[in-house]
């Protein structure tokens, strides 16, 4: 089971976690509510309900990127302080899904609107559906294959190369490898950020469009290699991210 939720159900996961990161955006249909019936619709195989509430924050993600408190991709205090080493980075990155996921709950919990019930209903009645008709191999089988596919994974590489500062002269990495084939084009990192309202398989043309802004810019074309790099470079932790103040404009 774990080879084949490694091999075959991280990929297949993983890719319905990055599409409801585009669907975070809209860029499936012009009416936000289609947007978020399909995003519950593709979080039925992840096995636990994230959709709406990945919305919520990633979108925040967008408006205050490296905004201490604000922005929850950038690692806690706690993260940074424990994870120190190659083993500990090792684990970290192993169960990176799980900070992840769980980091908006300690540092910026959000009661839970309307559309997060409705995504926890329809969630927990196909688990049960599953579990009931299947067993708990099935259920097993897509909760494992959620977790592998965000951690020691090479789809998994991209939490990390999006903004983890390797290069002190630049805060936001793109990557231009064959895995953006599976991914919605999430490697086109730095172009989503500059338009996050063209979809991923329409990124590529921004590049093409405007060379002389992204050409310059350091990248990558291996996730795998940037998980190696970040677990083995001592220079390299949690800490290695770009924070700034909210500023009162933005505020």
């Not at 636990?48 to 408190?69: A, N, W």
């Not at 950038?74 to 899904?97: D, G, M, R, Y």
Request: contains cysteine; charged residues 15%.
């Amino acid at each position: 089971m774990l080879a084949i939720a490694y091999f075959f159900g991280s990929f297949l996961n993983h890719n319905l976690f990055l599409a409801i990161h585009e669907l975070s955006h809209n860029l499936a249909f012009s009416t936000p509510v289609y947007n978020r019936w399909l995003g519950i619709f593709a979080n039925l195989p992840i096995g636990v309900p994230m959709s709406i509430t990945f919305q919520k924050y990633h979108l925040e993600h967008h408006r205050f990127q490296g905004v201490d408190g604000i922005d929850m991709d950038v690692p806690s205090c706690t993260e940074a302080q424990f994870v120190t080493n190659t083993i500990s980075k090792a684990i970290w990155v192993i169960f990176q899904l799980f900070f992840y996921a769980l980091r908006p709950l300690f540092l910026k919990p959000k009661p839970p609107g309307y559309w997060e019930f409705i995504n926890l209903a329809i969630q927990v009645a196909l688990d049960g559906i599953l579990l009931y008709f299947w067993g708990w191999k099935s259920f097993a089988y897509l909760i494992l294959s959620t977790f592998v596919g965000g951690g020691m994974h090479p789809m998994a590489g991209h939490f990390i190369s999006e903004h983890y500062v390797f290069n002190p002269e630049q805060e936001t990495y793109s990557y231009y490898g064959p895995l953006n084939l599976m991914t919605w084009c999430v490697g086109y990192h730095n172009e989503h950020h500059d338009f996050p309202r063209i979809p991923g398989n329409k990124l590529h043309k921004v590049k093409e469009i405007a060379p002389e802004y992204y050409e310059g810019l350091d990248s990558y074309k291996s996730w795998s290699q940037v998980i190696y790099m970040y677990i083995m470079d001592r220079s390299i932790g949690p800490f290695s991210r770009m924070k700034r103040k909210l500023s009162k404009k933005s505020a």
